[in-house]
C-alpha cells in the first residue's frame, strides 16, 4: 500500500494541507479558510476535500502532524477555561506583581497584560518550602480538600494551577494536592508549577502554569474533536501536534502541555526554512513568514534555527517586549507583528494612515472576499495596485471582488487623504512592508546580527508578494521563495521529528562542579526525554539527546546557553569556560573582567529521526487546476529543458503599480508551474502560484534552482 502523510496548519485566515507520498515524494496541497468558531470543522472537511481531489483513501494515511494557533488565540482573546490558582500563603500577588519592570521609562499610563488568573481565584494554602528544597511549612491534605470543596464550587472552577514557593526544588506538596484533586475533583484539570516548567523564578515559572492549566479545557476538547472525528472517517494512522520548538508529539503530551504548542505552526515553517537553506547553500537566513492574520520572522544561524526557553505572549503593546506574559518553554526564536492579508487599514488620531495590527481573520475576512468585510484591508490594496489576479486567487478557486475593494479604499480612506485610490493602497502596502522592517531590524540587532548578511527565505500566502521590497529595505541581497510558499509551514510539518525538551533549574559553581554530579545532574532528564520518545514509539537507538546549558558569571541575571559537547565528562568540563566565553562573546560583543562561572539551568532535547521524504519532494498535477508542477529530480528537469521552448512560459501581462512614476505600466505575468530549473527572469515580473503571488522589482533577476525555488537576486544599488 502506498504510504501517505499529511501535514495541517490552522492560520487566523487559512488552514493550509500538505499530503506527501512517501514513496514517490509527490506532494498535493489545499488551502482554504479557516472557521473561527471550530477550527476543527475546517480541518476535517479540508482532510476530505483533499484526499477526495488526489483520489487517496483515508486508510492509506499513515500519519498527520498538526500545528495550529489556537493556544495563542485562546491566551490573547481570554477565551479560556475558569482557572483557580492554588498558592503559598502571602504570595497570592506574586503574578500583578510581576517583574516590576518598566518596558517604557516615559510612558506614564504603562498598561501590563492581566493574568489569566483573576485575583479573587487565587486560594492560598498553608505550606512552604524554602530554597534548598527543606519544608518549613508542612501541607495539610485534609485542611486543603476542605478550601477546596468550598471554593471550586462556589467560583464554577474547571482548571486548577498550583503554583508553590520554591516547587521547582521540591515539588513534593504540589504533587500531593494535585493527589487530592485528582481524588476529590476528578473532573478538573490540574498544572503543577514544577511539572510544567522547574524554574526557579516564581512569576514566569507561575504564569507559564496558569495559562497551561488556563488553556488545558480548550485543548482537550479540540483535539478530542479532531481524533473521534478523523475516526469516524477511518483514519487508523498516528496523529501529532507540533510544538513551538520544532518537534512534534503525541496528543496526550499536548494535553498535558498545551502551553507548548504556542508558535507551533510558525515553528515548522522555519524547521522548513533551515531544510531549504542548506540545500541552496545559504549561509544566515531570515524566514519570513507573512499570512492573512500576521507576519513571522525568525534568524538563522548558518542555516540553524535559535532555540530559546522564553517567550511572550499577549503584549499589550505590540513591539514593546515586558509588556506581555513571560513564559518559560522551548521555542524557536522569533517575531510576530501584527500584519497580514488580513490587516485593518485606517486613518490615527492624527490623520495619517493606519494599517494593523487588528485584522479581519477568517470572518468576514478582506472586503474583496465578498463575505461581508468593509474596512480595507492589505489583501484589497495588493488587489488594487496589481499584486494580486482577482481571478485566480487559491488558483481561480476563489474569486476576488475588486470593484468592492476600490470603493472600500476610496469612500474609507482616499476621501479623506485626499489622494487617488492606487496611492492609497499602495501607501498601505508599503506601510506593511517598513513595518515588517523595522521589526527585524530591532530583532537582529538583539541577537547582535548583521541582517545584511543574511538571505531571505519567503512563504505564506503573502510572503512571496512583500519579500523583495522588504529585503531591499534590509538591504538583503538574496531572497529564495520555495516551491508552495503559500503552504510552507503545512510542508514542514511533514519533515518534523518527534522531540521534546526538559528543563531543569539548579546552581552550580562551575569550578566546584565534580564529573559524578555533572552527570546525575543530567541523568533524570535525559531518561525523561527518552521515555517521552519510547511510549511515542521511537526506538532507543532512534533517539538523538542534545544537553544545553544555562551559563552566567556570578552574580549575573541574564544567562547564556552553551550546548554540551558530545564527549567525556572530564573533558567537557574542561572546555566549558572557553566554550561560554565564546557564546557570551558572541551575544555581547565582549567579556567581563574574569569572574567565576556557574550553571543555572540544565536543559535536554531528545530528538527522534527525521520522517522519509524530509528532502526531494516534487508537486503533483492537480486535477482540479490542470496545473503540473514538474518534479525536482534534475534528471526530469534535465530533460523538461531539453525540449522546451527557448522562450520563457507566459501567462500574459497585468499592470503593476509603479510609485516612482505614479502610474500603471505592463508586467510579465510568469506560470510558476510551468518554470523549470535552470531558467531565468528579469523583473519587473509576478511570478504565480495558487496559493501565492511574487512580486519580482525592476532590474532584479531570478533563476530557478534544481529544488524549483526561485533565487531572486537584488541588483539595484541600492540593495
Known sequence: MTRHRI???IGGTFTDFALIDDDSGEVSVHKQLTTPDDPSRCVLEGVERLLARRGVAITAVQGIVHGMTLVTNAVIERKGARTAMLVTRGFRDVVDI????????FDLRLKFAAPVVPRADRLEVDERVRHDGSI?????????????????????IEAVAICFLNSYANPEHERLA??????????????????????????????TATVNAYTQPVIDRYLDRIERGLAERGFRGTFHVMTSSGGAVTPALARRYPVRLIESGPAAGILMSSHLGRAAGAGHLLAFDMGGTTAKGALLRKGEPIKRFDVEV????????????????????????????GSLAGIDERGLLRVGPRSAGAKPGPVCYGQGGTTPTLTDADLLIGCLDAGFFLGGAMRLDQAASEAAIAKGLAEQLGLDVP?????????????????????????????RQCAMVAFGGAGPTHAIRIARKLRIRRVIVPLGAGVFSALGLLVSPLAFETYRSQRARLDALTSIAFDETFAPLVAEGRQVLRDAGVADADVTVVRRLDMRFVGQGHDVEVVVPDSETARVLERLPALFEQAYAQRYSSIMPRSPIEIAGWKVEAVGPLPMRAAGYHFS?????????????PEAAGKAQATRKSALPRKGSRRLYDPDLGVFVECTVYDR???SPGDTLDGPALIEENESTCVIGAGDRVTVDAQHSLIAELQREDA
Open 673 to 675: 508551474y510551468a518554470l
Open 98 to 105: 510581576g517583574l516590576e519592570r518598566r518596558y517604557d521609562l
Open 136 to 156: 518549613e511549612c508542612v501541607l495539610d491534605p485534609l485542611a486543603l480538600r476542605e478550601q477546596l470543596h468550598r471554593f471550586v464550587h462556589e467560583r464554577g
Open 621 to 633: 498535477r492537480d486535477p482540479a487546476s490542470g496545473k503540473d508542477a514538474r518534479k525536482n529530480e
Open 314 to 341: 499577549a503584549r499589550v503593546h505590540e513591539h514593546k517586549a515586558g509588556s506581555g506574559l513571560p513564559l518559560r518553554i522551548p521555542v524557536m526564536d522569533l517575531i510576530e507583528i501584527g500584519a497580514g492579508g
Open 423 to 451: 496611492r492609497v493602497a499602495f501607501g498601505i502596502h508599503e506601510i506593511i512592508n517598513e513595518d515588517c522592517a523595522r521589526a527585524f531590524r530591532t530583532h537582529a540587532a538583539e541577537l547582535g546580527f548583521d541582517v
Open 7 to 9: 501535514g495541517i496548519d
Open 178 to 207: 494535585a493527589r487530592v484533586l485528582a481524588e476529590h475533583f476528578p473532573s478538573l484539570y490540574v498544572s503543577g508549577s514544577a511539572d510544567v516548567v522547574p524554574f526557579m523564578r516564581e512569576y514566569e515559572r507561575w504564569t
